[in-house]
């Protein structure tokens, strides 16, 4: 929406700084839209939105303005994923492509007939990794017998979730 001039005019972008830059327990996100929009919004955000921490805020204006962090977080995740994948293989869980996204799509469907939401609660009890069904996402509930996992975490703890997914029976 950002690149249309057309769609631009008429949209709000809602984000979050979160998971982008490593920092989900700090909870400021941000919207990007034209002027005329901006001005309403704020007649209303005063209602929407308390308690965003005043260091953060500041952090993340300081942080951003070298634009090569944020140039560099695409190689970063990519990095973040081929590491996930290479230490997954072998599993039985099959990657879906993927793009523009810090969770990687797995389908399990060699491993398990469950559903997604049942297969993934065993997963979480029995090997202690967590993933979300993606049939949460659907109206009606889709089960294609894909799970979402995230692999923007550290190294070590995607080391420690391929060797309990290996194990996983």
Same mark, same amino acid.
């Given at each position: 929406?950002?690149?249309?001039?057309?769609?631009?005019?008429?949209?709000?972008?809602?984000?979050?700084?979160?998971?982008?830059?490593?920092?989900?327990?700090?909870?400021?996100? /941000?919207?990007?839209?034209?002027?005329?929009?901006?001005?309403?919004?704020?007649?209303?955000?005063?209602?929407?939105?308390?308690?965003?921490?005043?260091?953060?805020?500041?952090?993340?204006?300081?942080?951003?303005?070298?634009?090569?962090?944020?140039? *560099?977080?695409? *190689?970063?995740?990519?990095?973040?994923?081929?590491?996930?994948?290479?230490?997954?293989?072998?599993?039985?869980?099959?990657?879906?492509?993927?793009?523009?996204? /810090?969770?990687?799509?797995?389908? /399990?469907?060699?491993?398990?007939?469950? *559903?997604?939401?049942?297969?993934?609660?065993?997963?979480?009890?029995?090997?202690?990794?967590?993933?979300?069904?993606?049939?949460?996402? /659907?109206?009606?509930?889709?089960? *294609?017998?894909?799970?979402?996992?995230?692999?923007?975490?550290?190294?070590?703890?995607?080391?420690?979730?391929?060797?309990?997914?290996?194990?996983?029976?």
């Amino acid at each position: 929406m950002l690149s249309d001039d057309e769609l631009f005019k008429r949209s709000f972008i809602i984000s979050s700084f979160g998971k982008t830059f490593h920092i989900t327990g700090w909870k400021v996100g /941000y919207c990007i839209a034209p002027p005329d929009l901006t001005n309403e919004l704020r007649k209303i955000h005063q209602f929407l939105t308390f308690s965003t921490s005043t260091p953060s805020q500041y952090a993340l204006a300081e942080y951003i303005k070298n634009l090569r962090r944020i140039e *560099n977080l695409k *190689n970063f995740y990519q990095s973040k994923r081929d590491l996930f994948l290479k230490l997954i293989s072998g599993t039985g869980f099959n990657p879906l492509g993927c793009e523009g996204t /810090y969770f990687q799509l797995m389908d /399990y469907s060699s491993l398990s007939d469950e *559903n997604d939401f049942d297969f993934a609660v065993r997963l979480t009890k029995d090997c202690r990794v967590a993933s979300i069904p993606v049939s949460v996402f /659907y109206k009606d509930r889709t089960d *294609n017998k894909v799970l979402r996992f995230c692999f923007a975490k550290e190294e070590k703890t995607l080391k420690e979730a391929a060797e309990r997914l290996k194990k996983f029976k």
